[in-house]
Nanobody, 111 residues
Framework: QVQLVESGGGLVQAGGSLTLSCTAS????????MGWYRQPPGEERDLVAR???????NYADFAQGRFTISRDNAKKTIYLHMNDLKPEDTAVYYC?????WGRGTQVTVSS
């Protein structure tokens, strides 16, 4: 059973920054594609960013230029660095690996 544990969410003012972390309990972490998704209140869960085993990344349009996904294979951890946060970025952010999901971390951006 794969466990994904997110951390780093919180309350931040518009224009601020946050970095989310997700640590995975999997021995083959370096071979995986990992992703961040988010689910705003009352909305569906959508992709934010993904990073593959060789560091290739892709981003949702809203994340381009503001968010950066990265990974540290030694720590079995991925990160989501979020800059210039907006109130519409308020959501629960989830870490994903294949069919597995973390429990999510709340990000709230105040105007």
């Amino acid at each position: 059973q794969v466990q994904l544990v997110e951390s780093g969410g919180g309350l931040v003012q518009a224009g601020g920054s946050l970095t989310l972390s997700c640590t995975a309990s999997i021995t083959t972490f370096s071979l995986t594609t990992m992703g961040w998704y988010r689910q705003p209140p009352g909305e569906e869960r959508d992709l934010v960013a993904r990073i593959n085993a060789v560091g290739g990344t892709n981003y949702a349009d809203f994340a381009q230029g503001r968010f950066t996904i990265s990974r540290d294979n030694a720590k079995k951890t991925i990160y989501l660095h979020m800059n210039d946060l907006k109130p519409e970025d308020t959501a629960v952010y989830y870490c994903n690996l294949a069919a597995f999901w973390g429990r999510g971390t709340q990000v709230t951006v105040s105007s």
